[in-house]
């Protein structure tokens, strides 16, 4: 039972250091296609497939409030009552999507956690007229500052290794998750 909770202890403090991103040199920021995966993710959220969800996201707090059906998970990946303004589906739903890669989270010694990526999901017309092209290069002075309104403009996603593959493990910025996650 310690040794369970230690992993679990050293794996929060893990997520807890990993807040921070690697910005020791310019970060530029430029438009992809998605993934597999990442497509299977996206086509789930349009067509309100839980079950492909659930499958695509590690155990946790976010698969558990999926599983669950909560409301505010309803409300954060579709909207309510039609509005879909500041949801997932209303980023998806205006393909297609750009899919930027974010820099690695970095532990307290300052290397890249393996096994751990981020990514911002925007929807491509709406990127290239925030940037001014398909990509964009920051400064090592600017940090990591997303162009465009988390939410709005794109969202972001957090996945994990897990034996199965990348998992998600906010369902993409649900802001009530936070928490020790796994796969």
């Given amino acids: 039972m310690l040794k369970k909770w230690l992993a679990a202890s050293g794996f929060v403090l893990t997520i807890g250091l990993s807040a921070c991103q690697t ?5 530029t920021l430029a438009c992809r296609a998605p993934t597999s995966e990442e497509f299977d993710i996206f086509r789930a959220v349009v067509s309100r497939d839980q079950h492909t969800l659930v499958r695509y996201s590690a155990t946790g707090p976010a698969r558990a409030a999926l599983e669950r059906r909560d409301p505010y998970v309803n409300n954060h990946l579709w909207g309510n009552q039609g509005y879909t303004g500041g949801t997932i589906v209303g980023v998806l739903t205006q393909p297609p999507p750009c899919v930027v890669d974010l820099p ?3 532990d307290a010694n300052g290397n890249a956690i393996a096994g751990r990526r981020s990514i911002a999901v925007y929807q491509e017309n709406r990127f290239q007229s925030l940037v001014g092209g398909t990509s964009t290069t920051l400064a090592a002075d600017q940090g990591l500052r997303l162009p465009g309104n ?3 403009d794109y969202f972001r996603c957090e996945f994990v290794q897990t034996a199965q593959g990348w998992r998600m493990i906010d369902l993409c910025g649900l802001p009530t998750v936070r928490g020790a996650v796994g796969g």
Avoid at 23 to 27: E, S, W
Wanted: hydrophobic residues 35%; without cysteine; charged residues 0%.
């Fill in 150 to 152: 988390g939410g709005f």
């Fill in 23 to 27: 910005t020791g040199g310019p970060v």
């Fill in 104 to 106: 690695a989270p970095i």
